[in-house]
């Protein structure tokens, strides 16, 4: 005698999690793509990650949706549930690791080696525009602190070397950074100082920030300041005081290559 075997319906609230996550991920990869190679401005991606992000989000709710429903009717769709739960928080990982850098870190944007007196970035039409007209205004008296306080180790770096030297090795450092220099002037003149303007870009979204190298002979030394400001946003999550820090360990690094 043949027995009838019924199988329970599928949960398509697990379906749509699936679904909704993967069309998430597409969307913050366009968003990512599309910002980093420059085809769109920066607030236009962000709004598309932003959209990603909010897609993710309903991708969970409907994966959370699912297991109620699997485990109130005994439906099918464990498997697509977990994945879409597994896409989302993917995609999830890096906005909630920049969520807890703006908890433990404070809100700055701008870092420089020398608090006192920060290196200032040059006002030339090149410099400028390159910029995109942005003039990185000056630092209050909180933020110098909450910088002392946070990055303790972000200091001025002092060469064993002529200026001049010092100089070009500045040079081979940033060039070896993959920074893009807009402008650069030797030591010597009145000041004595030499400077190097340049714009990085940050990993995953290409977003381009400002640096300025001062380079300052002194007697059988040099001091070598640098500042980075992030254009976009209050607050960097510490991505400039790494980026000082890494200049000054590719600095080393040139200098032992020598």
Known sequence: MRRLI???PL????VWSL????FALAVAAVAVAVTRFQLVDVPAGLAVFGSAILIDCIALLLAGTAAAIIWRTGRLGVSYALAGVALALALLAWPGYLALQSLRLPVLNDISTDIADPPQFSLSRVATEARGGRNPRARAPGERQSQRAAYPGVQPILLELEGDEAFQ???RAVQSLGWKIIEQS???GRAGLG???AVARTLIMGFPDDITIRVQPLAGQTKIDVRSVSRYGRNDFGLNARRIERFAEELQTQLDAK
Do not use: I, K, T, W
């Open 6 to 8: 019924v199988e329970e």
């Open 11 to 14: 949960s398509q609230a697990a």
């Open 19 to 22: 679904r909704l996550s993967v």
């Open 169 to 171: 090795l500045v040079l």
């Open 186 to 188: 030797s030591p010597g």
């Open 195 to 197: 400077h190097v303007d």
